[in-house]
């Protein structure tokens, strides 16, 4: 307890909690710094309670409910497969509890103070920190503030009774029968396959002329094919217009190309996007803290804002709304208060969506290498040629390496089949040591797995691919 108004000393004061914070605030325990890390809710922040876990868990759910009702290929029938939803909002919740439980104790391990409240700044070296119990000041050498985002609300589509964002989307209480999707990005793209794969009428409603638009067309092409075997109707170049709810469903008035057209469900998700925690009551206006015209921190090469000693990662400055960025901006800036030479490089920054099949992507594609003036070469293996893939009834999808043709450096490549997601890892390493594409290919990969598709993709631009027929010179 504070005694009347005095403040404590601390090194390095974190705002937020989630993945951009906690590993910021472990980093700089690690090395040496006394931290309080702060927040207003559950530890783990978004991803670990209301986004990238939970999603994950009820994707995984899926997944299994599909596989148990559609085993033929493999000589497999089961009668009566059923969804106990019940039991699995309970199994994703025991996931959730898990791994935050597990981010407390790393914290506790590594001696950091945790409050559980909110924080607003008093000038550049001290803030007051409060909740209903208590508040007291801190005086701090340096911040770092991960206050990460929230979904974005659109005017015509307010949150609430049947209208959801995705946090209310992962936490039905039953299975919808039907659902509208406005936003085909990845969050509507995986939360409406997921509980289309449970049994739900899903139609998606995307503004672009592609579901996933961050992603190239040879990719999202294959995920939009899996959706509509799953019964999703897609309306891409689509303009969502009005909704109108009563107590048992919600219509939503949309246009395709000039042509009026409405559609009911119980539930419409509205996924458009996430705006940044830089509002309230955080005080960044206060202690002239820079933002841009998108309410983002404006930071330097290792994090630092306006004021030096303040620094800002995750969702509040430039760049995707990805965990494993905030992660890495939260030891870079912790390594940087500890005055070592860290800065950020999202040359190697993996993108992954969990759709299926999962699409997955870091360094340049095609496009974007030949903008770099690079000489581009790029080569592709199918998943269908891959004894492991066809033997898991897994043929749909491919990887993609784009390198350079006057030295063989990977330049970028990007995946779409299954376990994507974990496959990108041995090219985002290649890119970050600088390996050839000879490199790939000597590497030894075992068989019969996923593995060997990067290599056999890395031999197409080769030249001299062993499982598909070379390309004519």
Known sequence: MVVGDASLDIDTLVIGAGPGGYVAAIRAAQLGQSVLIVDKSELGGVCLNRGCIPSKALISAAHQYEAAKHGESFGITAENVKVDFAKTQEFKNGVVKKMTGGVSGLLKGNKVEVFNGECMFINENEARVFNEHESPRYRFKNAIIATGSRPIELKPFPFGGRILSSTEALNLPEIPKSLIVIGGGYIGAELGQMYSKFGSKVTIIEGMDTVLPGFDKDMTSIVAKSMKKTGIEIFTGAKAESAEQTDKDVTVKFSVNGESKEVTADY???????????????????????LDERGMVKVDHQGRTSIPHIFAIGDIVAGLALAHKASYEGKVAAEAIAGEPSVVDYKCMPAVV???????????????????GYNVKVGKFSYGANGRAVSLNAAEGFVKIVADADTGLVLGTQIVGLEASNLIAELGLAIEMGATLEDISLTIHAHPTLGEIVMEAAEVVLGHPIHALAPRR
Request: net charge negative; with cysteine.
């Open 268 to 290: 419409l998700l509205v996924t458009v996007g996430r705006r940044p925690n830089t509002d309230g009551e955080l005080g960044l206006d206060l202690i002239g803290v820079e």
């Open 354 to 372: 969990f759709t299926d099949p999962e699409c997955s992507s870091v360094g340049y594609t095609e496009a974007q290498a030949k903008e770099k």
